[in-house]
């Protein structure tokens, strides 16, 4: 079986998962995390060279505040746990924006932590515009 070189993670769904479990929407992205980094840790296993996780885009700051500052937060902690592991971390997105997690800014140059390797992209308040602007 061959196996891909980059695989892209759009995580979708934490705001239904919450509604689904008896909690307010914005308590769903958090959850999220746990089964991020599982794949994290599977794809790098099998061998996989790059991963892209899409974290949020700037349709979605216009959310309700309590939604933004939850999946706001919930990329942050993703941030971090992924700079825990052996990885080759770069976050992405408009960091001109005030949506624009300040906790990030120092991740928008890509950095080895532990022994480096897999190359893992991190996508926040990203558009088609920005990216093709």
Not at 67 to 78: E, I, Y
Request: aromatic share 10%; charged share 25%.
């Amino acid at each position: 079986m061959r196996l891909p070189k980059h695989i892209g993670i759009i995580p979708d769904g934490n705001r239904r998962w919450a509604k689904g479990q008896g909690m307010d929407k914005s308590e769903g992205y958090g959850h999220g995390i746990s089964p991020g980094m599982s794949l994290y840790r599977m794809c790098r296993e099998l061998g996989i060279g790059e991963m892209s996780f899409y974290g949020f885009t700037t349709d979605n700051t216009k959310r309700p505040s309590a939604q933004r500052q939850a999946f706001t937060r919930a990329c942050v902690a993703a941030v971090e746990e992924l700079a825990k592991e052996d990885a080759s971390l770069l976050v992405l997105g408009n960091t001109k924006s005030p949506m624009f997690p300040h906790e990030l800014l120092p991740f928008t140059a890509r950095h080895d932590f532990g022994k480096g390797g897999m190359k893992i992209n991190f996508l926040v308040n990203y558009s088609w515009e920005w990216d093709l602007g």
